[in-house]
T-cell receptor, first 114, second 112 residues
Framework: DGGITQSPKYLFRKEGQNVTLSCEQNLNHDAMYWYRQDPGQGLRLIYY???????QKGDIAEGYSVSREKKESFPLTVTSAQKNPTAFYLCASSSLAGGNNEQFFGPGTRLTVL | QQQVKQSPQSLIVQKGGISIINCAYENTAFDYFPWYQQFPGKGPALLIAIRPDVSEKKEGRFTISFNKSAKQFSLHIMDSQPGDSATYFCAASRVGGFKTIFGAGTRLFVKA
């Protein structure tokens, strides 16, 4: 089956710890994205990547880092510098062909800081 | 301006009724307007999308109406069903662009 997988589904973190959220896609998409979802605020873009070894900051990149060493993988690290990390994190991918930029989302990771 | 403003924040509709969600944008460079549907605990999925060269697009019970001069577009769900209960996001982007701007979302509840 083609799609996007995210792991873990639930993640608990103590204050001061870095955590890494996994995102893998087998859709052969060039572009990948990380969004943060908070109640009543829609989806806010954290980082995005158009090609391997290249990525750009989104609207709320502070306290987060990413890497894109493989086309299929785009992990997100939530660092201790992120002051309010408790949220639902969504990874997405899109094909650059066709031009419409339809985004395919993974099932999400719910991060809770204890 | 990059914002997409969405209303209402929440909506309760009787089974068989019409659900209407509205969105407005400011950036006239946007030329692709999708709607995403999200069920609790899941990621959003594309429901229907429109480009500004048409004023309406219909897919089954779902219709997008687009008003280019007013910079507004809306989603109409005809014959709403309890299975339609979800959060709906409007969005806007540029064809060929990489960033999509999402509205804040509308939580729809369809009463049986």
């Amino acid at each position: 089956d083609g799609g996007i997988t995210q792991s873990p589904k639930y993640l608990f973190r103590k204050e001061g710890q870095n955590v890494t959220l996994s995102c893998e896609q087998n859709l052969n998409h060039d572009a990948m994205y990380w969004y943060r979802q908070d109640p009543g605020q829609g989806l806010r873009l954290i980082y995005y990547s158009q090609i391997v070894n290249d990525f750009q900051k989104g609207d709320i990149a502070e306290g987060y880092s990413v890497s894109r060493e493989k086309k299929e993988s785009f992990p997100l690290t939530v660092t201790s510098a992120q002051k309010n990390p408790t949220a639902f994190y969504l990874c997405a991918s899109s094909s650059l062909a066709g031009g419409n930029n339809e985004q395919f989302f993974g099932p999400g990771t719910r991060l809770t800081v204890l | 301006q990059q914002q997409v403003k969405q209303s209402p924040q929440s909506l309760i509709v009787q089974k068989g009724g019409i659900s209407i969600i509205n969105c407005a944008y400011e950036n006239t460079a946007f030329d692709y307007f999708p709607w995403y549907q999200q069920f609790p605990g899941k990621g959003p999925a594309l429901l229907i999308a429109i480009r500004p060269d048409v004023s309406e697009k219909k897919e089954g019970r779902f219709t997008i109406s687009f008003n280019k001069s007013a910079k507004q577009f809306s989603l109409h769900i005809m014959d709403s069903q309890p299975g339609d209960s979800a959060t709906y996001f409007c969005a806007a982007s540029r064809v060929g662009g990489f960033k999509t701007i999402f509205g804040a979302g509308t939580r729809l509840f369809v009463k049986a």
